[in-house]
């Protein structure tokens, strides 16, 4: 059966439930604020242990990575996602979200064809593509001062 792209739309439009595009953006904008203030608190808690800027810098985001690990292997990141959408995958949570999943989904596996191959199935291109772009960006900004 070969669809145009007119009764595609008409179709997925057909069978997708209506989306409120205000109400997840507000959903989107709280849950990641949200994220952001809790990183805030990671990092002011830091602060007040002596750690310098470097230190807690790292140890927040090795805490936020930790934290969105844990809520992916209760299975509660991907409630909170649904309800937010972006708020959740933005920030560095969603990162670790993104290496989480697939490695619990794949663990049945084994550890080498399952865990092992599959841990950056989600994460892979955009680690591929984010350190692509920041060497060329690197690069012409080594060139051009």
Same mark, same amino acid.
């Given at each position: 059966?070969? $669809? +145009? ?25 709280? %849950?990641?604020? $949200? ?5 805030? !608190? ?17 140890? +927040?985001?090795? +805490?936020?990575? =930790? ?6 292997? $209760? ?14 995958? %933005?920030?560095? +949570?969603? &990162? ?6 697939? !490695?619990?989904? =794949? ?9 092992? !191959?599959?841990? &950056?199935?989600?994460?892979?291109? %955009? ?5 692509? !772009? ?7 900004? &080594? =060139?051009?001062?």
């Amino acid at each position: 059966m070969k $669809l +145009t792209k007119e009764e595609y739309a008409e179709m997925l439009g057909s069978q997708s439930p209506p989306s409120n595009l205000l109400l997840d953006m507000v959903w989107a904008f709280v %849950v990641g604020g $949200l994220i952001c203030t809790i990183g805030q !608190a990671v990092s002011e808690f830091y602060k007040s242990r002596g750690l310098d800027q470097t230190a807690v810098s790292a140890a +927040t985001a090795i +805490t936020l990575v =930790f934290l969105g690990g844990l809520l992916t292997a $209760l299975h509660l990141y991907d409630k909170i996602a649904k309800k937010a959408g972006a708020g959740t995958l %933005v920030p560095i +949570t969603g &990162f670790s979200n993104a290496i989480v999943s697939p !490695a619990m989904e =794949f663990k049945s596996e084994g550890f080498i064809l399952g865990l092992g !191959a599959k841990l &950056f199935a989600i994460a892979g291109p %955009v680690l591929v593509y984010g350190i692509s !772009a920041s060497v060329i960006y690197g690069l012409i900004l &080594f =060139f051009i001062s």
